[in-house]
């Protein structure tokens, strides 16, 4: 069966499904703190914890319209292991989960250098960026700046209160 994207049908299923099983799964953070499990471009929300915190429960972040779930180990373990993934009713979304991507290691760039000004920071994770889509979908590059100072002051010491 070919895959059909815009009109487009050269790709055959068997060797999208395999493109997809080889795709890492990894984990990000939102602006709150919250985990975001990412497997084949498609984010899941964490629903729930087993009582023995060997197995968590995933949700589509498209709850909306799709009621995929998936089932992991825990995600301190690397690499993750996926037990069941179910079946989305819609497309992936690969240029959010590159921008979700992104800001991430603009995040933890700032964290673990704390005294690199955040436009050098902003500017060469910037440039990683090879597609257009994800350009645009891009928070705007003040907003990335503020981000990144404010994740840098995490580290910083605190302003002395009084001169001694």
Not at 31 to 52: A, P, T
């Amino acid at each position: 069966m070919p895959f059909n994207y815009c009109g487009v049908s050269t790709v055959s299923y068997s060797l999208l499904s395999f493109l997809n099983s080889s795709m890492a799964t990894f984990t990000v953070s939102t602006s709150k703190g919250k985990k975001v499990l990412v497997h084949n471009n498609f984010d899941f929300h964490l629903r729930l914890k087993s009582k023995d915190g060997r197995k968590l429960y995933w949700r589509c972040s498209q709850r909306d319209i799709c009621n995929a779930t998936c089932i992991t180990g825990p995600f301190e373990q690397e690499p993750i292991h996926v037990f069941k993934v179910g079946n989305h009713t819609h497309e992936q979304r690969r240029a959010e989960v590159q921008v979700r991507r992104t800001v991430a290691n603009i995040r933890e760039r700032a964290l673990q250098s704390p005294n690199l000004p955040p436009s050098s920071i902003v500017r060469e994770e910037l440039g990683t960026i090879r597609n257009e889509e994800v350009e645009i979908l891009m928070p705007e590059r003040q907003a990335l700046l503020r981000t990144t100072n404010r994740y840098q002051n995490v580290n910083r010491p605190p302003l002395p209160r009084r001169i001694e």
